[in-house]
């Protein structure tokens, strides 16, 4: 039996580990989130879905202060993230996954895993280059250790981009949408890992468009749209029975029937 890739104490199980309390963000006039209230508990898969523009990745980008937002409170693992706190806070909790993969193409697979566990967590060689063959082997790509980005498919730069966010150990992953940039073919090779990491105690938060990924991992779904949040629900509760008329009208522009 697999050992997992982490784990939540017991007394820990289903508190709150991402907490946003009335956040809103500005880019000049443009009122991009309002009023965001939202909480993630240790361990839970969320899904965000929603229009392009409807403040989804902004959200996301609010919980490592990538965007600092213009009011409201943002709290990590019970510590309320600010300006000042912010890099050792999410340097200590949380990694990214972004559209883009962001591998340095002039380092080797490999040292493009290690590099942070040696700089930001003062992993030795050793250990780092452990942990890097580790997630290398938790996304497939064992054999890819010693190439260089540019010589891997998308798909599979994706996925080394969350072996990399996986060599952080960090307590949650942010995914922003990270199939945008892939072609149709390499999309499900990227979402087979997410739903392999899915299945361990890893909080995960997910601005996606795949609707069959949010049906298939999500414990709870959302849906944004001009910067609010306008409905929210298990898959089941979420797909089958929306109550919004923004979501339906959404659900059924994008969902087959």
Known sequence: MEA????????????????????????????????VNLEVKEGEKLVIIGPSGSGKSTTVRCMNFLEEPNSGHVYIDGEEL?????????????????????????????????????????????EAEELAYHYLDVVGLREKAHVYPTTLSGGQQQR??????????????LFDEPTSALDPETIQEVLDVMIKLA?????????????????????????????QILEEGTPDQFFENPQNERLKTFLGKIIRK
């Open 4 to 35: 997992p890739l982490f784990c939540i104490s017991r007394e820990k199980e289903g508190t709150a580990m991402i907490k946003l309390e009335n956040v809103n963000k500005y880019f000049g006039d443009l009122h991009v989130l309002r009023d």
């Open 199 to 227: 299945k361990e105690n890893i909080t995960m938060v997910v601005v996606t468009h795949e609707m069959g990924f949010a049906r298939q991992v999500a414990d709870r779904v959302i849906f944004m749209a001009d910067g």
């Open 160 to 173: 080394i981009a969350i072996a990399r966010a996986l060599c952080m150990q960090s307590k949650i992953i």
């Open 82 to 126: 600010t300006h000042r706190n912010k890099t050792q806070l999410v340097r200590r909790t949380t990694s990214m996954v972004f559209q883009q993969f962001n591998l340095y193409p002039h380092m080797t697979v490999l040292k493009n895993l290690v590099l942070a566990p040696m700089k930001l967590h003062h992993k030795s060689r050793e």
